[in-house]
């Protein structure tokens, strides 16, 4: 089968990271596969794969020759991987090449544009039932278009419980952006700084809030003490640079990074909203507390880092909790059930 996929600005994201695994899943399974994306760092990993990489571009004239290429290539539908980056520009190349568009939802849609080009998706997969309650109920977005397919993980033999000993790095992750509750993170950080023993401090991720929470931690006194940093292409050596990994956010889409931290062994604190419960469904995997309360997640990181061998526990929990209820191939048998019903479809 032939498609094409759609990306936004390959930055570290959830939906950046979907498509990473969701490709390479993929092509493993026979698929041949073009991108169309944004750019951003993480575009030259995606061409490593041997896939065909466009850069969306901004003319006339040339979109009308990346229009060309695609159509050589004949894909048998475009699949935007989240995000309203993707859906513009999936919108736009699935009605010019007269196929299908399926769109992946990561999180609440927060525009009435967002939702307008989602209800005229062929297909839209939501990765879990509280955003498919969301979409019909609040959006009027038809549930028999929808199609709930939760994250799928790649848990290597080798990922093993982190041990927190020496100076730990207390980090999160993800996207810089209004809603992620990242002030609650600074302030959590600010009161651990003056608790006992020295620690290093991290937001992994790049966004148009970070000047903002860049001025939150100055004013806290956290300068030298919190360190900001863009992400490599590379998850594995996100996780591999912290310690402990707290996870913030008021309107969801953390759940993956969620799942990609714990398949890696990093003790993790998460805000228990209605993403991340219906992601672990059991006690022990990592510690929950309630949005919004920054000490509480101050204690919630005192209580782990002084008790190494919970820590431990919650993590060993974790690898085996997203080995048997989100494993990969689970995630990809059900994307090409719904890739080749969609063909079918336009076929008859």
């Not at 903002?212 to 006194?221: C, M, N, Q, Y």
């Not at 953390?254 to 059991?282: D, K, M, Q, Y």
Request: glycine share 10%; with cysteine.
């Amino acid at each position: 089968m032939k498609i094409l996929v759609v990306s936004g600005r390959l930055d570290w994201s959830v939906p950046t990271t979907y498509a990473l695994s969701m490709v390479k899943g993929l092509l493993q399974r026979g698929y041949e596969i073009q991108m169309v994306c944004r750019g951003g760092v993480f575009m030259p990993l995606f061409q490593s794969l041997g896939i065909e990489v466009y850069e969306n571009p901004s003319s006339w004239l040339a979109r009308r020759k990346l229009l060309g290429f695609l159509q050589e290539f004949q894909p048998e539908l475009v699949h935007a991987t989240g995000g309203p980056g993707s859906l513009r520009i999936g919108n736009r190349l699935a009605s010019a090449l007269d196929l299908p568009l399926v769109h992946t939802v990561h999180s609440w849609l927060r525009s009435e544009r967002s939702a307008r080009s989602t209800r005229s998706a062929a297909a839209v997969v939501v990765v879990n039932q509280d955003l498919r309650e969301h979409l019909v109920n609040e959006l009027g977005i038809i549930k028999d278009t929808i199609r709930v397919i939760p994250y799928g993980i790649e848990v290597e033999d080798s990922h093993e419980p982190r041990q927190l000993s020496g100076i730990p790095v207390i980090g999160t992750v993800g996207r810089l952006e209004k809603g992620r509750r990242l002030d609650d993170f600074i302030a959590a950080a600010a009161l651990l700084r003056k608790m006992s023993g020295d620690k290093i401090f991290t937001i992994l991720g790049e966004g148009p809030d970070e000047s903002r929470l860049r001025g939150v931690s100055k004013s806290l006194d956290m300068d030298g003490i919190l360190t900001f940093a863009a992400p490599p292409a590379d998850p594995d050596s996100v996780y591999r640079a912290v310690d402990l990994l707290m996870l913030v956010s008021d309107w969801g889409g953390s759940g993956l990074h969620l799942l990609e931290g714990l398949a890696r062994g990093v003790p993790t604190i998460a805000t228990g909203g209605g993403e991340i419960l219906s992601l672990l469904g059991e006690e022990g995997v990592c510690t929950l507390v309630k949005p919004g309360d920054p000490e509480a997640l101050a204690a919630a990181g005192k209580e782990l880092l002084a008790d190494p061998e919970k820590a431990r526990r919650h993590a060993e929990k974790g690898i085996e909790h997203v080995r048997e209820h989100f494993p990969m191939r689970t995630m990809l048998d059900k994307l090409e059930a719904l890739h080749e019903n969609l063909c079918t479809q336009t076929t008859q």
